[in-house]
């Protein structure tokens, strides 16, 4: 187990440059197992999360070059098998990525439960109701998911009754290939979505509507294009920074991103009292010095709403605004379990169901907390930065899974963090 010592009290100031999206390179890694031939990925974050659903792929026959950090060849064309033994699918929950690709591409597919962060109950009930729709049948049995099809399988005109990135890209992955059209209806939007969409249309595929409602879908037997990806700007890890830079009263430009991702937060950061200004692809985020920031209500949302990944950073940016703060997180139903750690450090916040009410400012002190999952764990570095004192953060391997050199673009912006075994 490793550990963040986290010196706080410094105002965050420079610039850093946003990594590739861990969300979007999951499910990009996927989608190249779906075609005929090899594909080149650029721009994939150095996190542990990627590497893993590479070595999924590797697991059952494709081969990955790994050309330079951050740029892949994946060739699917020695897969062997549908049914992935390995069980570092349990360390990511995007590894079901690949029951979508299996269905397409073989008629049938088999893996392990996934894991994946605790945020409470995370079904896949819809996921299942998409591939039944396109014809497959779906068992569960000895903690492993099964899908078979004793007909061909169509392609069909379905509604998603929960809205949802994984079982929206799960689907597309499996009807890109299938014959006939589907159509998904309640589909997600997310950026992530978009880009696994854009990359199968590079390849070949036919994609309409991803990043709106309905997205529609027609099965293309083949798929083979010019090979060639980079995936996009991670809005979460750029939303982390530039809620540091807002909680440490300090100054930051976020640089390789994509402005119009950033709006849900920043123009919430702005009615705090913040500042912003951007460019193609950059914002500067900043404050008067030791600005008094306002409280705030937010509510977590599918996307173009307040994204839920960003909601322990912003809880812990509302315990530094003077007033009665509310966060309503209605997309997962036990996403603040990191609330107590956050109260040892001197936070006042009452969680009840889906509510927490913040009460600020606090003066935070240093403590010795943990990272409960990947973005609760990104929350406490950022109370560490603000804390009066020297804050130890346990288990912040979790937190590496989804930000690529943390420690070393924290650093760069004048923060003192380090890890220890
Ligand atoms: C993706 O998870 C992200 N992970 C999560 O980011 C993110 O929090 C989430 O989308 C929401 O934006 C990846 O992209 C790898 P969902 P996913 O299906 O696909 C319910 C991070 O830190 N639901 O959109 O699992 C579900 O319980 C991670 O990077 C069903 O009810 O999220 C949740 O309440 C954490 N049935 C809601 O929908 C289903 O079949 C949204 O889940 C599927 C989901």
Known sequence: MNSY?????????????????????????????????????????????????????????????????????IDPRPIRTSHIETDKVRNIRASYYLLGVMLGKFGEGSIKMPGGCDLGTRPIDQHIKGFEALGATVTIEHGMIRLSSAQKLHGEHLF??????????????????????????NAGKEPHIVDVANFLNTMGANIRGAGTDVIRITGTPVLHGDGMYSIIPDQIEAGTFMIAAVLTRGDITVRNIIPHHMEPLSVK????????????????????????????????MRYPGFPTDLQPQTTVLLATATGTSRM?????????????????????????????????????TGAHIRAHDLRAGAAMVLAGLYARGETRIDDSQIVERGYEDFIKKLTALGADIREVE
């Open 160 to 185: 998603l009754d929960q809205g949802s990135v994984g079982a929206t890209i799960n689907i597309m992955l499996a009807a890109v290939r299938i014959e006939g059209t589907t159509i998904i209806e």
């Open 269 to 300: 950061l702005v009615e705090m009292g913040a500042h912003t200004e951007s460019g193609d692809d950059w914002m500067r985020v900043w404050t008067d010095d030791n600005a008094e920031l306002s409280a705030a209500h937010f509510k977590t």
């Open 5 to 73: 010592i986290v010196r706080g009290g410094t105002p965050l100031r420079g610039e850093v440059t946003i990594s590739g999206s861990k969300n979007a390179a999951l499910g990009v890694i996927a989608a190249a197992m779906v075609l005929d031939v090899p594909s080149r990925i650029e721009n994939i974050p150095q996190v542990a999360d990627a590497e893993i659903q590479l070595e999924i792929c590797e697991s059952i026959g494709a081969i990955v070059h790994r050309e330079s950090p951050g740029t892949v060849t």
């Open 328 to 364: 309503h997180e209605d997309v997962f139903d036990n996403r603040f379990q990191y609330v107590d750690d956050l109260k040892m450090m001197g936070a006042r916040v009452l969680v009840a169901d889906r509510f927490a009410i913040i009460e600020g400012p606090c003066p935070l």
